[in-house]
């Protein structure tokens, strides 16, 4: 079945680039959508944006500013950049699959934990 | 932005309660709804999608109902693995937004 699996340094700079991967196992990453959720340590859950295979993205305006999210068709991964990070930004980040454009996420990486600390 | 919110943020309940979480949206928003169920540590899971429909192999005590703007997710019979903390999303416009959650905990 298919698997996500987030990668990255866990540990991120103020005012730096956070940048994460998520691969993809078991099955393509072609014709489906991908996205990028992240939760603050004890906190809930914040979307931050969506790529289809084909490259068109959507991103939550909140952090539009910072977000870039590419995907990688060839290698079945998918990244995420956010720049200029702040403390507020600490969060177990997840990646996860949308079947269709108006779907909810399906199946979720197990998550990976960045911190942003000097 | 849809807001969504949930209540109560937290309840404690016995083995064998039925329980029942809801999530209000400040919109219309057709069954686009979905309820996970997360533990500590690990990663949302998906139970009911389209509002009322189960996920493949979540136990049928898990259900999904909807009245206008309000969605319901109700757990018949409490087990002992269902303590953890419940989320709501809507997914029928971007940005795609969660409800608080609700902590279920063992009284």
């Known amino acids: 079945q298919v698997q996500l699996q987030e990668s990255g340094p866990g540990l991120v700079k103020p005012s730096e680039t956070l940048s994460l991967t998520c691969s993809v196992s078991g099955g393509s990453i072609s014709t489906y959508h991908w996205n990028w959720i992240r939760q603050p340590p004890g906190k809930g859950l914040e979307w931050i944006g969506h790529?289809?295979?084909?490259?068109?993205?959507t991103y939550n305006p909140s952090l539009r500013s910072r977000v870039t999210i590419s995907v990688y068709t060839s290698k079945n991964q998918f990244s995420l950049k956010l720049s200029s990070v702040t403390a507020a930004d600490t969060a177990v980040y997840y990646c996860a699959r949308q079947v269709a454009f108006g779907d909810d996420f399906d199946i979720w990486g197990q998550g990976t934990l960045v911190t942003v600390s000097s | 932005d849809i807001q969504m919110t949930q209540s109560p943020s937290s309840l404690s309940a016995s083995v064998g309660d039925r329980v029942t979480i809801t999530c209000r949206a400040s919109q219309g928003i057709r069954n686009d709804l979905g309820w996970y169920q997360q533990k500590p540590g690990k990663a949302p899971k998906r139970l009911i999608y389209a509002a009322f429909s189960l996920q493949s192999e979540v136990p049928s005590r898990f259900s999904g109902s909807r009245s206008g703007t309000e969605f319901t997710l109700t757990i018949s019979s409490l087990q002992p693995e269902d303590f953890a903390i419940y989320y709501c999303?809507?997914?029928?416009?971007?940005?795609?937004?969660f409800g608080q959650g609700t902590k279920v905990e063992i009284k």
């Open positions: 999303l809507q997914h029928n416009s971007y940005p795609r937004t």
């Open positions: 790529i289809f295979s084909s490259g068109s993205t």
